[in-house]
């Protein structure tokens, strides 16, 4: 009779020993989000750190099962226009951003790059603007340049958020596609959503020699493109209070090689960039962080927001 119950004693410890790497395991860092800043910013999209992936082959010392890291970067792209509308209003009030796998039946409308379209028939897949199942709407301002449709000298349309004017008259070529084609950028003219342009804000955890915290690099960049005023000046919001403000900007260029017979003529390319620091004190993992640009009239597009968890298991 006490055979089975000496059994029943191994198996117990047995079970408890091959347990304790399990039983060594804490439980998940939990790390709050700050509550969500008042208005319609505390609506921003919330995104996280880049995820650093366990290189092939290695173990890694912690017996506990972990699925990932958070980086240290994060990249924050703009809000486009239509969630900008949506989540802050102002501007031209425009429809749903267009999407490719939506079936338009003739009458629908849809919005790329800050302009609205028209369905003129059932359409599927084709982006407006690039053939002939879309027209422009007129909201009064300049509408979305289309290749389907002839324009006379002094058109203005919209193209990449760009607004341009036709030389002469004109159909089929892509606004800022020649140095002297048919259509002249205007670049003081604000496109019809009134918003600045779109860009993209990298953020960098840098670490001192003990892996700890020494601060916070981030960089701005519009996309490269025919040159275009500078923006007024940008902004880092951390809950909600701006962090840091400037007005520098520096331009970038894309290199031209000297032109050789029988090469096309090199088009220079612009982009405005930025830079900006903060302090490892500033930002902690409950953190919401977003980058704003601003125009000359005051209006800033924001990025989404970054919980800023840099560094922590999840």
Known sequence: MQAPSLARGLAILAGTLCAAPALACLPPLIIPLAPAPNGPEGQLPLVLPNIAQQPVGVIPPNPCPVPGRYGNDAPLPSLSDADYQRLFGGGTPLPAAWDVARVYNAGDTASVDGVGWRAK???QGERP????????LDN?????WSNSIAYSGGAQVVYNGLVYRARWWTQGE??????????????????PSGLPQTFLANVYRILDATQATQRYDFFINT???PRTPAPARWEIHVNGEVAASDTLFHQVVT???EPKPGNPVCEARYAWTASATLPATRIDPTS????????AA??????SQLWARFGTWF
């Open 129 to 136: 603007g690039s053939g002939g199942a879309w027209e422009p």
């Open 298 to 303: 005051n209006v800033c597009r924001p990025t």
């Open 121 to 123: 028939w059932w359409t």
């Open 140 to 144: 009064g301002t300049a509408g979305a």
């Open 223 to 225: 996309p490269i493109g």
């Open 255 to 257: 290199d031209c090689p």
């Open 174 to 191: 892509v606004p800022g596609s020649q140095q002297w084609g048919a259509w002249e950028l205007l670049p003081d003219v604000p496109p």
């Open 288 to 295: 919401r962080v977003s980058v704003w640009l601003c125009n």
